[in-house]
């Protein structure tokens, strides 16, 4: 028998040796409590289950066949993120009203990265084999080459710093788009893309899909420059239905990633981020008054 004292109140405890058998009354006692906490614990689980979470449980499962439902209407084209705890509590940060504007970024930030992340599983890749600091051999795979990104000016400058955190030295392209006052309709006032974007996959980033007009428009104008539908990527955090179908009927294959489809969307999300979006683009136009960066030599 091993004597241990406990830290701080000088409370003997035995502990037994490892060759050393409990005797039948501390495995008695042992069973008890083991068997009464269980207890406890399973009532009481079931009991908050029960009464606490069974409106989510059932709301969760309506959403879950809304999407399934969108997703078949729309095709395989619109792609969800697995729908889990951790970006369930994103979302509902992100468009709680009274979240501060720290946590706000920080979580737009967060999801940004996730969508990102699910985007980038979505590009080209090869088969290679590498060889290990011990001298064996690695079959793995490669991202192929000639990706880039386009931010739609500008909440989607938002997620440029969550693309370059995965893809340090990609190439971003940017589009300014407004809609005009008399007409309503979204009118290009400005454009910049690598100058081969008609060979490269793009990754298209705007974060609230409400309309569908600007990206349509955005999409116009890649193709205008050569670019094919099919080599687009658009990444966004959330989109209305109504969005999400305009786009596919405007352009059947392009492909849309997202983490929520909703009738109402976020649409607070630009005003949020503004000012960071703001030091951004002053920072962007006092380079581009300049000179513009020579893009770097990868991705």
Wanted: aromatic share 6%.
């Amino acid at each position: 028998m091993e004597t241990y004292f406990e830290s701080g109140i000088g409370t003997e405890i035995k502990m037994p040796c490892q060759n050393q058998q409990l005797n039948n009354n501390d495995r008695q006692e042992h069973t008890a409590m083991s068997s009464t906490k269980q207890v406890r614990f399973a009532s009481c689980g079931n009991s908050v289950l029960t009464e606490s979470n069974r409106d989510a449980e059932v709301a969760e499962t309506c959403e879950n066949v809304f999407n399934s439902e969108l997703q078949r209407q729309i095709g395989s084209q619109l792609k969800l993120l697995p729908l889990n705890d951790q970006i369930r509590e994103l979302q509902t940060i992100i468009r709680d009203k009274s979240t501060s504007r720290g946590d706000f970024v920080f979580c737009a930030d967060r999801l940004i990265r996730l969508v990102v992340e699910e985007g980038l599983n979505q590009l080209p890749y090869s088969k290679c084999t590498v060889t290990t600091p011990t001298g064996h051999k690695y079959d793995g795979v490669k991202f192929e080459k000639g990706n880039c990104g386009v931010s739609i000016m500008r909440s989607g400058e938002a997620m440029e710093q969550g693309l370059r955190d995965c893809c340090r030295s990609i190439r971003i392209g940017k589009i300014l788009i407004q809609s005009d006052e008399d007409t309503q309709k979204a009118k290009v006032y400005y454009a910049k893309f690598p100058p081969d974007i008609s060979r490269r996959k793009v990754l298209l980033m705007y974060p609230i899909l409400s309309t569908g007009n600007t990206v349509i428009e955005a999409v116009r104008v890649l193709t205008e420059h050569g670019l094919q539908p099919k080599h687009i990527i658009l990444l966004s955090l959330f989109s209305t239905p109504h969005g999400a179908k305009s786009i596919i009927q405007e352009f059947p294959e392009i492909t849309i990633l997202t983490t929520e489809v909703h009738p109402v969307a976020p649409t607070h999300f630009g005003q949020r981020v503004s000012l960071r979006l703001e030091c951004i683009i002053f920072v962007w136009e006092e380079e581009s008054s300049s000179h513009m960066p020579a893009w770097p030599k990868c991705c």
